[in-house]
Each structure stands twice: as C-alpha cells, then as structure tokens.
C-alpha cells in the first residue's frame, strides 16, 4: 500500500511538473514566431484616418463651399466664438471679442480673413460702425455675433444697413437680444444664416438674457 500510494504521488508531481512545463514554453513563444498573411496583416496594422468636419460640423462641406459656426455670447460672461474653414477667428481665447456687436469680415471666393472688429452698443459710438458697414468691400461675407447688449444704440440707418446685408431680424434688434447671422453685401435675397432670440423675462434661460445662439452651415463661395 505505502509502495502503491509513492508512486501515484510521484505520477501525479510528474503531470504537474510536465504541464507547468508545457504552459510556460507555449506562453514564452516568441511573437517573431507567429506569422500571418500578408493580406490579414495589413487589415490588422492598417490605421483607419478619422475624418474631422472643420469648424465640428457633422459632416464636411461640398467643395465649392465653406464652412462656418458662429456662437453668441451667454449672458455677459462668455463672449461668443466665430470659426470660418476650421480657424477661430474671434473668441474670448483670442481676446478679441466685446460687448455688442462682434462682426468679422472673409473674403467670399478665396475664403481669407479681412478683418474682425466689436462695437460696443450699449455706451459706444454707433457712427463707428456706420462707416465700418458702409466700407465693406464687394464680395466679402459678413459674420456677426451678439454679446450681452447688441441693439441699445441701433439707429435707423444701421438697421437699414445691417438688413441689406441680408439680414431679417435687424430692424427689430434690441437691448440684451442674442444674434447670429451671416450675410454679404447687397444681398439680393434674405439671408438663410441667421437666428434670433428675444430679450423675454418670461423665457430668458439666464436672468436678464435670452439663451446662447448657435449657427453652423456650408456656404457658397460665392453667394447669389
């Protein structure tokens, strides 16, 4: 019995040691070892490109357009950002956007900046901007964006002026509304880029402002 029970022992610390063995050898094999197809290996380490829409579209626009995305400002603490074929143009990061009216400048067929200005229409000098929309050259698109008190010192001849860039809601523009609008001069037609919000303290998400306002789209090179 004691003879009998020594050597199933040993049979079993044998198994046990043979399969330790075998396990080790077959997870130490060398990756070099292991050889696929051509055609699988490529699948395998071919990096698939993630296609990103300028400016965060959904989608990239056709190629005779442009991208954009304007955004309002929220209330009178976060001024509003313009982004015109994936380059920031205004935004509080660039520091260069104020209370008021934000209105940045791009040439309509070559897609480059001409300029970007905000005027102050709560306390500024609305003549400032008259000659600024008076100026703006032939062809150029015209992006606008409101931050905290766009319309206190709108005249007539601004909202004349403003609406021949297009735009539907300017003649009605007033104190702390939110704005967002792109457009060019002369426009023949209406503008399709733009939207508007109403000061309403009935429906205002921030005390004393209406909710941030986002505009994003392709646009023709060229508009009609």
Do not use: H
């Not at 990061?93 to 104020?98: A, S």
């Not at 000098?125 to 964006?145: D, H, S, T, Y």
């Amino acid at each position: 019995m004691r003879v009998s029970g020594v050597l199933r022992f040993l049979a079993l610390v044998f198994a046990l040691v043979s399969t330790w063995i075998f396990i080790r050898s077959y997870i130490s094999l060398n990756a070099k070892t292991i050889r696929l197809p051509r055609w699988l290996t490529g699948l395998v380490t071919k990096e698939i490109p993630v296609m990103r829409a300028k400016c965060g579209l959904a989608k990239p626009c056709p190629k005779e357009f442009f991208a954009f995305k304007i955004s309002s400002g929220a209330a009178n603490v976060v001024g509003p950002t313009m982004c015109f074929e994936n380059q920031v143009i205004m935004s509080p990061v660039k520091n260069n956007v104020g209370r008021g009216l934000n209105i940045a400048l791009v040439n309509g067929t070559t897609g480059m900046v001409l300029t970007q200005k905000c005027f102050d229409m709560y306390s500024g000098e609305v003549k400032l901007l008259v000659k600024f929309l008076k100026e703006i050259p032939e062809g150029a698109l015209v992006l606008v964006a409101s931050y905290d008190d766009p319309g206190t010192r709108l005249n007539d001849e601004t909202r004349k002026l403003l609406s021949s860039l297009g735009s539907s809601y300017a003649k009605q523009l007033g104190f702390r509304d939110s704005w967002v609008f792109l457009g060019a001069k002369d426009l023949k037609d209406k503008s399709p880029f733009e939207q508007f919000l109403k000061n309403n303290p009935d429906t205002n998400k921030y005390e004393g402002w209406p909710e941030l306002l986002e505009l994003e789209g392709c646009v023709p090179r060229k508009i009609p």
